[in-house]
């Protein structure tokens, strides 16, 4: 076994500081939650111009940095109350369609049973490419219902608030006509049926076997370009830490582990994975 890397996730973890970057200030907290906005806010003017072609990408950087800020309210990771991250919750659930929070119920069990048998979200990651594109349709379907089968009275009571505020956006359509608004509600829906793909596949696709059961990325570049959603491992080893400080933990992780950008699978191939400089 080579001694420069770990045998067990315990292991890993030992050696890495992790407890002082947790927890965000309430006003670190707005600020994530200010991410998605000037994206939406452009997506919806382009297409209320009639330039819904250039609204595309605008509505896809919404959507990545709703998911993030949505990845931060599962977590509690923005420094608000419990009650404040259920707002951010149905909140985003409005903008992006479906339930965020049947989303949160089926996040926190695959962190719990990440790509074992009983883990609906990460199943995913052992599919090929085209088969989860297929399946893309029907992932979120399948997360509402076990979400709403096996989340409780919560969770179903949350549910059923998210699907009164899809009712409201899609009556609101109907009564406007507001050309944005119908792009806005198809796109999201669209995105929704490629979740499976952008967010679970990319990160976890071939490491089903792997004690290192998610992937990550060392390019400052692509990091840049995804918000840091793509140091999947280290969100996995460290869930309360959160996404903004992701690169701190992946640094601290290269520099007990310097064998470990070489190992670790990454969510883009190229460039070569090089090890962070040490935080």
């Not at 490629?194 to 990550?216: N, P, Q, S």
């Amino acid at each position: 076994m080579n001694p420069a890397l770990p045998t067990t996730l315990a292991q890993m973890k030992a050696k890495v500081i992790w407890r002082d970057l947790t927890g965000l200030s309430r006003i670190e907290g707005l600020i994530e939650c200010l991410h998605p906005l000037p994206w939406l806010g452009t997506s919806w003017m382009l297409a209320a111009s009639g330039y819904w072609p250039l609204a595309l990408p605008f509505s896809f950087m919404f959507f990545l940095t709703a998911l993030r800020l949505n990845h931060e309210a599962i977590h509690h990771n923005l420094g608000f109350t419990a009650r404040g991250h259920r707002v951010v919750l149905h909140a985003l659930s409005a903008l992006m369609s479906g339930s965020n929070n049947a989303v949160a119920a089926n996040h926190l069990h695959h962190h719990r049973h990440v790509m074992t048998e009983d883990d609906l979200e990460g199943k995913c990651g052992k599919l090929r490419w085209y088969q989860v594109l297929a399946y893309g349709p029907r992932f979120p379907v399948e997360m509402h219902i076990n979400a709403w089968t096996n989340g409780g009275p919560a969770v179903r009571q949350r549910m059923a608030v998210d699907a009164m505020l899809n009712g409201a956006m899609l009556l609101l359509f109907a009564l406007t006509g507001w050309f944005w608004l119908g792009y806005h509600l198809l796109i999201v829906m669209i995105a929704q049926c490629l979740t499976a793909f952008f967010a679970v596949w990319i990160t976890h696709r071939g490491c089903a076997d792997d004690m290192l059961f998610a992937r990550t990325q060392r390019s400052k570049l692509i990091n840049f370009a995804s918000y840091n959603m793509l140091f999947h491992l280290e969100h996995h080893l460290f869930p309360a830490v959160p996404v903004k400080r992701l690169p701190i933990i992946a640094a601290r992780l290269d520099a007990a582990w310097p064998a470990l950008p070489q190992t670790a699978r990454p969510v883009v191939a190229w460039p070569r994975q090089t090890p962070l400089p040490k935080p």
